[in-house]
């Protein structure tokens, strides 16, 4: 058996190279009585009880894993006293050790004197500390799209930076900086807006100042996870276009179609793909394909780039990625392009600046080459440029007078255009709940006029009735009362022409903020009260009515089994109250905006709801990029990480050249600029991993070999490890987040 003072240097050995685990289950291993003694020595006592919080803290985990909650809680006790030095007067009762274990008969040496330590009076009080157990990176996944990673997730579970509890608006601004926004409103953390989004707030039951825990947080996030991204293979019998992947070769085998789904997607139509899939966001087609590095020319593709896989090495064949949902935005898209370009152009006809569509238009283009630069700076530019290029068929010469005037008309019109996009503006609740106050506000007023305008009208009838009997009684001789009669229904008209004036602009106004000419669609659940009919009419509502009281009250109804009663019997022997249920059931359809009184009056309802679903515009998807949806992100990723867990010895994306070529959509700027985004995507997957993109990807080049042309990666042991370590996740990244550097520090 060593010696104590053999042991003691043993363990200070292990310390100094390093090998810390392993000085520690030497101590360990050794008697209590030799323990205290160690524990207690400068320097190599402190490295043990450091090294003992960790060892503590994880057999604690441990034990919590394997719902010995005794075990954990004695652990993790353990853990916190090592940190404040008591771990010493505390090792006679470990429980750990076996009663049967010798003790050493060689007394400990006597430590040198030293000042006994003041001993406070109150007891040591530990911190309360929320321990934070991280989840393994499996638990951090979209399920339901081949497990890609969630950056959230990640952050929130591997930052040790993060205080374990603190503010939502704390954990908030730094998941803004390292996380893509799109992320943040996939998963209910902001709103379009970017604030906090309401539906985290209602559920962790907090305000933004409130502080809740790290992992409440995570556990926010995870459960948000579910159902945020989905991926569905597409039956064989109802595949788009079937074959086209495997007519190309033997090499190809098989072939399968999926569609992928984005919580939120707002689908309007152009269901030109699988009719039965209405949320489908993005689909894809893929097969396996078994490589022949020898059936590829050198000049192409070197063989050099397939050292150290298989002969025939088996790639996955991302060959079809498309989006129906792409095209809606895109025709969207071109439908506000036109709507701003009319503001403008509109703009500018009312500020007087006297130019022609096609002038307006390249000036305009000229101008927006070189937006964000001075307004005097802007024109000299143009100025400049008008004069190098002169055309007399176009007149550029005659449109430099112009500019000044333009550009100062031009940005000004331009701030208050429309902004091109098929989404919904930010805030887009916010402005509708407006709306919806402004409409309310505008409604009586709109009723009133068309009541008043119906009074003048039926003025007018009385007068023209009473001139044509006077033309009858005295068609020769009473010219001047005739003459009298004209004039009053002229005037009657004046009176009834600025009413409608009147009203036509109180429309306009409303309009401004609340679209109340088609309110039908903009708002929804709209209703009528009686005291408002009242209020304009300035008589008993009854009397607005289609029917009379006694008509009301005498009102029969079937009954379903057979027999007739009085249909509003259950109000009572009131006649007013048989009238007010009347009204009622008249009125009742909540989803018309509109009530017909008697004499042909169309009144409107106040609205109670606001309908988002006619909207003339989406929803802003978490993939979403300016104007437009980076559809092939979500396919790409699911399908790079799919190959890896497969086996795969890589993954080959077809050109956007030989997928266009085979579908006749050559011209298709769409689908054009897809495949480039997909390649681009790759390349981002490959940095992401930190990895050289020029060991893993290479490209073909669709001039002169177009069958081969495409993008293809090579997945070795080295890769496949780095995706092993950190998954790879549905979202780019969003910041400086590290997620090696805080994997690594687990």
């Given at each position: 058996m060593a010696?104590?003072?053999?042991?003691?240097?043993?363990?200070?050995?292990?310390?100094k190279d390093g090998n810390i685990s392993d000085a520690y289950r030497t101590y360990e291993d050794l008697p209590i009585v030799d323990q205290l003694a160690i524990s207690i020595s400068p320097g190599v006592g402190d490295v043990l009880a450091t090294y003992e919080v960790k060892e503590f803290?994880?057999?604690?985990?441990?034990?919590?894993?394997?719902?010995?909650y005794l075990g954990a809680a004695g652990n993790y006790g353990m853990s916190a006293l090592s940190g404040v030095s008591l771990i010493p007067l505390l090792r006679f009762l470990r429980v750990a050790k076996p009663a049967t274990k010798v003790v050493s008969k060689v007394s400990p040496p006597k430590p040198k004197a030293t000042p006994k330590p003041t001993i406070p009076k109150d007891p040591i009080k530990l911190p309360s500390v929320e321990e934070f157990v991280p989840l393994e990176l499996s638990e951090l996944t979209y399920r339901g799209a081949e497990g890609l990673g969630s950056k959230?997730?990640?952050?929130?579970?591997?930052n040790k930076k993060l205080p374990n509890q603190a503010p939502v608006q704390t954990y908030l601004a730094k998941l803004k900086q390292s996380v893509p926004l799109g992320e943040l409103r996939l998963l209910n953390i902001i709103d379009e807006s970017g604030d906090l989004s309401p539906k985290l707030l209602k559920e962790l039951d907090v305000r933004g100042s409130d502080k809740?825990?790290?992992?409440?947080?995570?556990?926010?996030?995870?459960?948000?996870?579910?159902?945020?991204?989905?991926?569905?293979?597409?039956?064989?019998?109802?595949?788009?276009?079937?074959?086209?992947?495997?007519?190309?070769?033997?090499?190809?085998?098989?072939?399968?179609?999926?569609?992928?789904?984005?919580?939120?997607?707002?689908?309007?139509?152009?269901?030109?793909?699988?009719?039965?899939e209405k949320d489908a966001y993005v689909f894809d087609a893929t097969a396996d394909y078994r490589v022949d590095p020898l059936g590829i020319p050198e000049d192409v593709l070197p063989s050099s780039f397939f050292d150290g896989l298989p002969t025939r090495p088996s790639f996955l064949n991302v060959a079809r990625?498309?989006?129906?949902?792409?095209?809606?935005?895109?025709?969207?898209?071109?439908?506000?392009?036109?709507?701003?370009?009319?503001?403008?152009?509109?703009?500018?006809?009312?500020?007087?600046?006297?130019?022609?569509?096609?002038?307006?238009?390249?000036?305009?283009?000229?101008?927006?080459?070189?937006?964000?630069?001075?307004?005097?700076?802007?024109?000299?530019?143009?100025?400049?440029?008008?004069?190098?290029?002169?055309?007399?068929?176009?007149?550029?010469?005659?449109?430099?007078?112009?500019?000044?005037?333009?550009?100062d008309v031009y940005l000004d019109v331009a701030k208050k255009a429309p902004k091109n996009t098929p989404y919904l503006p930010a805030g887009a609740g916010d402005n509708l709940k407006k709306a919806l106050t402004k409409y309310n506000e505008s409604v009586p007023v709109i009723n009133a006029?068309?009541?008043?305008?119906?009074?003048?009208?039926?003025?007018?009838?009385?007068?023209?009735?009473?001139?044509?009997?006077?033309?009858?009684?005295?068609?020769?001789?009473?010219?001047?009362?005739?003459?009298?009669?004209?004039?009053?229904?002229?005037?009657?008209?004046?009176?009834?022409?600025?009413?409608?004036?009147?009203?036509?602009?109180?429309?306009?106004?409303?309009?401004?903020?609340?679209?109340?000419?088609?309110?039908?669609?903009?708002?929804?659940?709209?209703?009528?009260?009686?005291?408002?009919?009242?209020?304009?009419?300035?008589?008993?509502?009854?009397?607005?009515?289609?029917?009379?009281?006694?008509?009301?009250?005498?009102?029969?109804?079937?009954?379903?089994?057979?027999?007739?009663?009085?249909?509003?019997?259950?109000?009572?022997?009131?006649?007013?109250?048989?009238?007010?249920?009347?009204?009622?059931?008249?009125?009742?359809?909540t989803d018309l905006n509109t009530f017909e009184l008697t004499k042909g009056v169309i009144l409107m309802k106040k609205a109670l709801g606001i309908n988002t679903k006619n909207l003339d515009g989406y929803n802003l998807d978490a993939y979403a990029k300016g104007n437009r949806s980076e559809v092939t992100k979500l396919p790409i990723r699911a399908n790079f990480l799919r190959a890896v867990?497969?086996?795969?010895?890589?993954?080959?994306?077809?050109?956007?050249?030989?997928?266009?070529?085979?579908?006749?959509?050559?011209?298709?700027?769409?689908?054009?600029?897809?495949?480039?985004?997909?390649?681009?995507?790759?390349?981002?997957?490959?940095?992401?991993?930190?990895?050289?993109?020029?060991?893993?990807?290479?490209?073909?080049?669709?001039?002169?070999?177009?069958?081969?042309?495409?993008?293809?990666?090579?997945?070795?042991?080295?890769?496949?490890?780095?995706?092993?370590?950190?998954g790879i996740d549905a979202f780019k990244d969003g910041g400086s987040v590290d997620i090696d550097n805080m994997l690594s520090s687990l």
């Amino acid at each position: 058996m060593a010696t104590r003072a053999e042991t003691f240097a043993e363990i200070s050995a292990k310390i100094k190279d390093g090998n810390i685990s392993d000085a520690y289950r030497t101590y360990e291993d050794l008697p209590i009585v030799d323990q205290l003694a160690i524990s207690i020595s400068p320097g190599v006592g402190d490295v043990l009880a450091t090294y003992e919080v960790k060892e503590f803290g994880s057999r604690g985990k441990k034990n919590i894993q394997d719902k010995d909650y005794l075990g954990a809680a004695g652990n993790y006790g353990m853990s916190a006293l090592s940190g404040v030095s008591l771990i010493p007067l505390l090792r006679f009762l470990r429980v750990a050790k076996p009663a049967t274990k010798v003790v050493s008969k060689v007394s400990p040496p006597k430590p040198k004197a030293t000042p006994k330590p003041t001993i406070p009076k109150d007891p040591i009080k530990l911190p309360s500390v929320e321990e934070f157990v991280p989840l393994e990176l499996s638990e951090l996944t979209y399920r339901g799209a081949e497990g890609l990673g969630s950056k959230a997730a990640k952050y929130i579970n591997y930052n040790k930076k993060l205080p374990n509890q603190a503010p939502v608006q704390t954990y908030l601004a730094k998941l803004k900086q390292s996380v893509p926004l799109g992320e943040l409103r996939l998963l209910n953390i902001i709103d379009e807006s970017g604030d906090l989004s309401p539906k985290l707030l209602k559920e962790l039951d907090v305000r933004g100042s409130d502080k809740i825990s790290r992992k409440r947080l995570l556990n926010y996030i995870t459960s948000n996870q579910e159902g945020a991204l989905g991926k569905k293979y597409v039956r064989k019998g109802d595949h788009e276009s079937p074959g086209r992947i495997k007519n190309q070769g033997s090499e190809y085998t098989n072939e399968m179609q999926s569609t992928y789904q984005v919580r939120d997607v707002t689908r309007k139509g152009n269901f030109s793909h699988y009719r039965g899939e209405k949320d489908a966001y993005v689909f894809d087609a893929t097969a396996d394909y078994r490589v022949d590095p020898l059936g590829i020319p050198e000049d192409v593709l070197p063989s050099s780039f397939f050292d150290g896989l298989p002969t025939r090495p088996s790639f996955l064949n991302v060959a079809r990625i498309q989006s129906d949902y792409s095209s809606e935005l895109s025709n969207a898209s071109g439908t506000g392009r036109n709507a701003r370009r009319k503001f403008i152009n509109d703009g500018l006809a009312e500020h007087s600046v006297k130019i022609g569509p096609y002038n307006i238009d390249t000036l305009a283009r000229s101008l927006k080459e070189h937006l964000g630069k001075s307004p005097a700076k802007i024109k000299s530019i143009m100025k400049t440029e008008l004069a190098e290029t002169g055309n007399p068929s176009r007149a550029n010469d005659a449109l430099i007078p112009l500019v000044d005037e333009f550009v100062d008309v031009y940005l000004d019109v331009a701030k208050k255009a429309p902004k091109n996009t098929p989404y919904l503006p930010a805030g887009a609740g916010d402005n509708l709940k407006k709306a919806l106050t402004k409409y309310n506000e505008s409604v009586p007023v709109i009723n009133a006029l068309r009541i008043k305008i119906r009074a003048t009208s039926l003025d007018i009838s009385e007068v023209l009735d009473a001139e044509r009997l006077e033309l009858l009684k005295f068609p020769d001789v009473n010219q001047d009362k005739v003459k009298k009669l004209r004039d009053k229904i002229n005037k009657l008209n004046k009176k009834k022409i600025a009413t409608e004036l009147e009203l036509r602009g109180t429309f306009r106004k409303a309009n401004e903020n609340s679209n109340i000419e088609s309110a039908g669609s903009l708002f929804t659940d709209f209703s009528l009260k009686t005291k408002d009919l009242e209020k304009l009419t300035g008589k008993p509502f009854y009397e607005s009515l289609d029917k009379s009281l006694d008509e009301i009250y005498l009102d029969l109804e079937k009954l379903p089994g057979g027999g007739i009663r009085q249909t509003y019997a259950y109000a009572g022997d009131d006649p007013l109250k048989r009238a007010a249920e009347y009204f009622k059931k008249t009125t009742g359809n909540t989803d018309l905006n509109t009530f017909e009184l008697t004499k042909g009056v169309i009144l409107m309802k106040k609205a109670l709801g606001i309908n988002t679903k006619n909207l003339d515009g989406y929803n802003l998807d978490a993939y979403a990029k300016g104007n437009r949806s980076e559809v092939t992100k979500l396919p790409i990723r699911a399908n790079f990480l799919r190959a890896v867990k497969e086996g795969k010895d890589g993954l080959y994306l077809d050109s956007a050249a030989k997928r266009l070529g085979d579908e006749g959509g050559l011209d298709n700027d769409i689908l054009k600029t897809t495949y480039k985004e997909a390649e681009s995507e790759i390349g981002k997957i490959i940095n992401e991993l930190n990895l050289p993109k020029k060991d893993y990807i290479a490209s073909v080049d669709p001039r002169g070999a177009e069958s081969l042309s495409g993008t293809y990666v090579k997945f070795d042991a080295r890769l496949k490890a780095a995706v092993e370590k950190l998954g790879i996740d549905a979202f780019k990244d969003g910041g400086s987040v590290d997620i090696d550097n805080m994997l690594s520090s687990l």
